[in-house]
Each structure stands twice: as C-alpha cells, then as structure tokens.
C-alpha cells in the first residue's frame, strides 16, 4: 500500500471514531496524535478529503458565516478494520482464489488485499514480508481458467445489481463455433472448476449466419436450453454484452442453491439425494475418518481390513470424478445405477490400457 493510500485510510478511520463532524485542523490534530512520525500539513489534509469526497467517502457540512467546512463520514460508508490475523486469513482468501481460476476476480479488490498485506506486516517485529507465509493448495490438478474479458465481468456484475436484462452473444459448446444472441435475464454467477458460470434465464435466442441446432440432439452443455428455460453460461464463450431489449423477470422464487439451479451448474443426475453406500480399503479410510463427504457420514468396520460407509448426498459429476479417481480404493455397493456407471467407465479404462 503506498504512503498517501496509508494516509489516507489513517485519516478515515480518525474521523470514522468521531461522533460528530469535524473541520480538517482538528482531523490535523488526531492524525498527529496518532502517529508521531507523521509530518503533514493542513493543506494536505484539506487535499486528502477533497479527493475522498470525491470517491463518495466523505461529505462536506457547510457552517457559513465565514465557519471551517466539517467533515463526516458518508452514510453507507464503513471504517475498515482489520486485526494481524484476520488480515493473514484474508490473505490466504485471496491466494486461494487466485489459484483456483478467479485472478480477475481478485485484481477488483486489489487495495483491499494490500491493505490487508500492510496490517500483516505493519503489526510483526519479525522483519519479514508475511505474505511469503501463508499459502493455499490442492492434491487434484487445477486446470488454466479459460480466458475473457474482464470488462464482460464486471457488465455482468453491474446487471445482477441493476436487474437488468441483457443481449449476449455466445459461442455455445458443439455448435460447430456458430454464435448465437441470446436476449437473458441474469440471475447469478457460480465460480467454479477455474471458470466463472454465469446461470440466466433465457427469453429469445436468434442464431448468426443462417445456423440452425440439430432439434433431434438435446441442447449442448453450459448453452442455452432454449426460450424461457435455465442454463447455465461460461464466462469465457461470451463474446459481447448488449442492453438487452426484452424486460424478463426473475423466475419466481430463483434461489442459485436451488436444485433446479445447480442441475445446470454442477451436472446433477436424479431429483434429489441418494442413499450412498461404499466399501473403502484402509487409504479411503483414513482420508474419510478426517475429511467425510457429508455431516451425516457413518463409517462401521466391514471385514478384517475394509469399512462401510454410508450418507445422503446429490448424485452429482462432482461425486462420480471422486469415486473413480479412487477407484482402486473404493467399491461401489449402492444405489445400482451409480455402480453400474462406475463400472463401465473402468472397463472403458482397461480396455484402453490392454490396447
């Protein structure tokens, strides 16, 4: 954080603890109080609030009769505080994110993530840059977030805030790279898997350069599901933003953890939960004693070396990717439908590696 960025959160949180507005000398006389070393003016000060003012963050009170102009702090406007280890926890937030796929989403609120940089190394008597202490990670492989404009976010951002219909032009997964504009409400953004998921309800979809879907083929993955249907769109395959031309309302009752909602987003199978069983060798075992796949998990000692494990949970793409990627330590019991599909895909695995 640079040194007039300090200055000036410094000066916010003086007049933030005032319960009153002040003049700018007064402001003078605490920021002096309050650092020692700080050697700044009068002018600097008046300097300072004027640009804050013009951020929304400060307004002025006009006296008269030849009286100082006070200052308050603006009514939405909230002093931020931060302790050394909320300030550290924040810090691995944002290198979690980052390391996920959301770098752009972080670059938004990249003062707040310096800020919370300076408390961390401002408070330590080690000497040392604590951001180089403190780190996120994975076992699995993160893949490279697919690329976008980072203007398209921040569109899609301002419209959710705004309620504002839109027209975006997509490039929709097996659609031979045909665009298409779809006239769409949107109604939440999922990030998620290195990528930013963008879920809306589609109005009108008009086709460019005379193409037309296979209508005997179900609508492609992460495109449209057709007028006055759900879906859910990648961030990266959105190509413009547009004012939309049609007014659309929210479904009724829209809530983005819904079923409905997450069945676009995550790849769900089935109309809600299912009854999990497995049978686990020693390594799952202990990974799942530690870490379970719900809060309802029951793990009961199946034979001299294997335990049983049962929950609820969604049958989801999510769940299928962790049962094969443990395939060597995980039998399948029940439901059958999930066995039979953890089965194929080993066969299709041996067979490929018997070749």
């Not at 003012?53 to 006009?62: A, T």
């Not at 060798?281 to 000692?301: F, M």
Request: glycine share 8%; net charge negative; aromatic share 6%.
């Amino acid at each position: 954080m640079k040194n007039f960025e300090i200055r000036r959160e410094r000066l916010l949180q003086a007049l933030g603890r005032q319960q009153q507005a002040q003049p700018a000398s007064t402001l003078l006389k605490l920021m002096h109080g309050a650092d020692s070393e700080w050697s700044g003016s009068l002018k600097t000060i008046n300097r300072d609030l004027e640009w804050l003012e013009g951020k929304g963050v400060v307004q002025p009170e006009e006296q008269g009769n030849g009286l100082p102009i006070l200052w308050r702090i603006s009514k939405y406007q909230h002093e931020l505080k931060l302790l050394p280890i909320e300030a550290m926890t924040l810090s691995a937030i944002f290198d979690h994110a980052e390391r996920f796929g959301l770098k752009t989403h972080t670059e938004q609120l990249t003062e707040l993530r310096n800020f919370a940089i300076h408390v961390m190394n401002h408070q330590t008597r080690r000497g040392i840059d604590l951001g180089r202490r403190i780190t996120s990670g994975t076992r699995f492989m993160v893949l490279r977030p697919g690329r976008y404009d980072a203007a398209l976010l921040t569109r899609l951002q301002q419209a959710i805030f705004r309620d504002e219909p839109l027209a975006v032009t997509y490039r929709p997964r097996d659609a031979d790279d045909a665009l298409c504009v779809y006239q769409l409400k949107p109604l939440a953004l999922s990030l998620q898997d290195s990528n930013t998921y963008l879920s809306a309800l589609v109005a009108e979809e008009q086709w460019l350069d005379g193409y037309q879907p296979d209508p005997q083929k179900p609508r492609g993955k992460y495109g449209s599901n057709g007028p006055g249907e759900l879906c859910a769109l990648m961030l990266h395959r959105i190509v413009a933003i547009d004012t939309g031309r049609v007014n659309i309302a929210d479904p009724e009752g829209y809530d983005v953890h819904s079923l409905e909602a997450q069945r676009h987003l995550m790849t769900l199978h089935g109309d809600g939960e299912i009854r999990l069983e497995l049978r686990l060798g020693a390594n799952l075992y202990n990974r799942l004693w530690e870490n379970p796949l719900t809060d309802d998990q029951v793990l009961q000692p199946d034979g001299a070396e294997h335990w049983k494990l049962t929950c609820n949970l969604l049958d989801s793409q999510g769940l299928r990717l962790f049962l094969l990627s443990n395939a060597a330590d995980i039998e399948v019991l029940g439901p059958v439908g999930l066995r039979e599909h953890v089965r194929d895909n080993l066969r299709k695995a041996v067979a490929l590696y018997s070749a």
